[in-house]
């Protein structure tokens, strides 16, 4: 049962042009949605955050969207550079369990010169 | 500040061995939890340790094991090895608190073969 889903697998954006990633989910408990980025051959590193309770959350060149309703959040880079070349993933917590995450397959992305 | 560190990086064993990874946390932190990460299914929570005690636990069989230790590090055991376990194990260590969000910071992994 997969509660956290990132339905694109890849994605190539052009230097300098919007990337966006999305991700939707089940559980309508998650209290926490989380983006975080990974180089091969490191851990994932956290990225941007919001809680269920907000819509928009902005951290310089990103932001992330959440559309309670739809189940839908996205995580937008403006400008992309091609050091944001990575795998991105989306991951969720519920209530009581701090450091539990749910996450996607994640979305490689691709930043092309 | 020192990062999370897990050792060994890299280990090959054979199906029906057992094996036992390593995970330091950053300094200060209580929480430790195991994911591991396969191709096609991300990131799946194995289990959270907070002052040495299993406090979360995710859908994995009972050949899954973990500890922590008194100064917060963990180790993870995995007996009577499968070809399908052969994946990349990661740590995560955080303050452990459970109001709200504790961010948490993922050592570089364990890459386990299993042959």
Redesign the interface.
Known sequence: DQQVKQNSPSLSVQEGRISILNCDYTNSMFDYFLWYKKYPAEGPTFLISISSIKDKNEDGRFTVFLNKSAKHLSLHIVPSQPGDSAVYFCAAKAPGTASKLTFGTGTRLQVTL | KAG?TQTPRYLIKTRGQQVTLSCSPISGHR?V?W?QQTP??????LF?Y?SETQ??K?NFPGRFSGRQFSNSRSEMNVSTLELGDSALY?C?S?R??????????????TRLTVL
């Open positions: 999370v929480s939890s994911y096609g299914q991300g990131l799946q929570f959270e907070f406090r979360n995710g990661l995560a955080s452990g608190g459970l109001a709200g969000y504790n961010e948490q910071f993922f050592g570089p992994g």
